[in-house]
């Protein structure tokens, strides 16, 4: 029995120029079958404060950090997270 990150909801901090359509591409790769919402909740002169839910099968989170990293992206915290058990077939 293992257990997978199935959704992660994060508050997230991004640098304005970067897009979130190509923040959400990216971030989509993690899970082959996986979903990616991103809200825009603040905005600032050089910042957006950003609300990222990402749905899958089974989510790499480290994955996800180090894309974050990779854009210049901060996470700012885990608001909610799912998981689940699974059991080998």
Do not use: C, F, H
Request: hydrophobic share 45%.
């Amino acid at each position: 029995m293992s257990v997978a990150v199935k959704r992660v909801l994060m508050d997230v901090l991004k640098p304005r120029e970067l897009s979130i359509v190509e923040l959400a591409k990216a971030l989509g790769s993690v899970d082959a079958e996986g979903e990616v919402e991103i809200i825009v909740s603040e905005v600032d002169s050089k910042t957006e404060t950003l609300k990222v839910t990402i749905r899958g099968a089974n989510i790499d989170y480290e994955s996800v950090s180090k894309i974050m990293d990779q854009y210049g992206v901060s996470i700012r915290g885990i608001d909610e997270i799912n998981v689940a058990k699974e059991w080998p077939s």
